[in-house]
């Protein structure tokens, strides 16, 4: 890692009013370091607004106190699939397990918000089965099918699975509010990372600039389900325009969410059912041959109101949830009582949270989510 200086130097330039990525990597490329770009940075725009040194100083403490760790893009360990962009974050600040950054087999699997049942239970078992060939599963930690891709990579590999979740926030802020048992799952096994500083609250300005670390970061992009609303269809646009693999999961014509998946898959995004679909692709190293048009995707189907987990005909109990309590039972002791494989306990689990029945907690349990 640069030492304290040099990182002092690259906060101080990329929280500047008016200085962006863009125009970092052109400063450092004219005077050739950091603190050659602070002392000219004017030279090339007269609006930026250098921020105060010590308040860079300030940002490096904080992140410190919350054991936050900060690269930039000198270091080793810094995605070298992110460095091929050219607006790629020249900060990148981390919570959680850094060496899941290691791991260069990537893929990202987004989708939709409003997400249906099966678009969720279809999300979590691609990424479950992902995980378990050692592909790290990356997505943005929105409800619906990011969520689900995230628990999907956490039950895997004995509930032990790593996944990374980029963020519009800044590291320290579980966003949405209702992700924050997911947030803090994540961090335990996989890692959390953003460009934005400790203590950044959400805005809508910042998301789509999380979408293209979240399409730069991976070899490939899986999009679930996506209407014309949808800003995983920005990722995807994203994933093509960087020449990375992209991936989509066909659905039924008369449901908008499958609008988004069906027009990529007709530009030319290769048809995904299931992990080994993406796997075997990725092994052939097929060069992506796609260009994609938004605005083909731009179906005006009303949407069928998303029933609540109360009104769904949930799958029917598997003998599974008998060696459950509300106060929770460690899987080791379900596999052992149940006689299956760690993997098939695994992926009953998941399908019972994808349900609402059951919620994880720490120290590898699981428990009845109580009726109310």
Do not use: W
Request: proline share 5%.
């Amino acid at each position: 890692m640069q030492n304290y200086e040099e990182i002092i130097n690259i906060l101080q330039l990329i929280n500047s009013e008016n200085l962006g990525p863009v125009t970092f990597y052109k400063l450092i490329k004219e005077f050739g370091s950091s603190a050659e770009a602070i002392k000219n940075a004017n030279s090339i725009n007269k609006k930026i607004s250098l921020l105060d040194r010590d308040e860079a100083v300030r940002i490096f403490e904080e992140a410190n106190k919350k054991n936050i760790t900060i690269i930039s893009y000198l270091d080793d360990i810094y995605p070298d699939a992110l460095k091929q962009i050219s607006d790629a974050p020249p900060i990148l600040y981390i919570k959680g397990d850094i060496k899941t950054l290691l791991n260069p087999n990537r893929i990202s699997i987004v989708g939709v918000r409003n997400a249906s049942i099966n678009g969720r239970k279809t999300a979590s078992r691609i990424a479950f089965d992902l995980t378990n060939q050692d592909i790290v599963v990356v997505s943005g930690m929105a409800r619906g099918i990011d969520a689900s891709a995230h628990k999907g990579a956490l039950y895997a590999k004995q509930q032990k699975g790593p996944t990374i979740a980029v963020l519009g926030t800044g590291v320290d802020i579980p966003y949405p509010e209702e992700n924050k048992q997911l947030y803090e799952q994540i961090v335990e096994q996989g890692c959390v990372i953003s460009e934005l500083c400790p203590g950044t609250l959400p805005q809508s300005g910042n998301f789509p600039r999380r979408n293209r670390i979240v399409a730069a970061l991976s070899a490939g992009t899986l999009v679930v389900e996506a209407n014309a609303q949808s800003g995983s269809l920005i990722t995807a646009k994203q994933a093509a325009d960087y020449g990375k693999l992209l991936f989509a999961v066909p659905g039924a014509p008369s449901d908008a969410r499958s609008c988004g998946p069906n027009q990529l898959i007709k530009q030319g995004a290769f048809l995904a059912e299931n992990a080994d679909d993406i796997l075997k692709t990725m092994q052939k190293s097929i060069k992506p041959q796609i260009k994609i048009n938004l605005s083909a995707c731009q179906m005006k189907i009303p949407l069928e109101k998303e029933k609540s987990v109360s009104e769904q005909q949930l799958k029917p109990e598997t003998k599974i949830i008998d060696y459950l309590s509300a106060d929770g039972v460690y899987v080791d002791e379900v596999i052992r009582a149940s006689g299956m494989s760690a993997s098939e306990v695994a992926l009953e689990l998941l399908e019972l949270e994808m349900n609402g029945q059951i919620e994880r907690q720490s120290g590898n349990k699981v428990a009845l989510v109580k009726q109310k």
